[in-house]
Nanobody, 123 residues
Framework: QEQLVESGGGSVQAGGSLRLSCAAS????????MAWFRHAPGKEREGVAL???????THADSFKGRFLIFRDMAKTTLSLQMNSLKPEDNAIYYC?????????????????WGRGTQVTVSS
């Protein structure tokens, strides 16, 4: 059974850092495109960063230089290093996996989703 479980969220002061992790099991074990999305109150779901099957990464412009997506060699753990956090980064962060090895940051391309982890940044 395919499953994605996020961890690592929490509360941090502005300027601080957090690392999110996502443990993948089931279909995702063999590798696919994986990504982080976030959903803030009153806003639409937003793509943060993606890593495709071949290891190429894409970071949305808003996060370049602050966030970094990476994955372990076994392709079973996806991570997101978040630095220089701002109050506007407050959101629930979701891990997602696509059946496509070359997915983009379009959430419609992702069929497996975790339950999310809350990130709270205080000023």
């Amino acid at each position: 059974q395919e499953q994605l479980v996020e961890s690592g969220g929490g509360s941090v002061q502005a300027g601080g850092s957090l690392r999110l992790s996502c443990a993948a099991s089931g279909y995702m074990d063999v590798g696919s495109s994986m990504a982080w999305f976030r959903h803030a109150p009153g806003k639409e779901r937003e793509g943060v960063a993606l890593i495709n099957y071949y290891g190429a990464t894409t970071h949305a412009d808003s996060f370049k230089g602050r966030f970094l997506i990476f994955r372990d060699m076994a392709k079973t753990t996806l991570s997101l290093q978040m630095n220089s956090l701002k109050p506007e980064d407050n959101a629930i962060y979701y891990c997602a996996a696509s059946r496509s090895p070359l997915a983009t940051l379009n959430p419609r391309e992702f069929v497996f989703w975790g339950r999310g982890t809350q990130v709270t940044v205080s000023s």
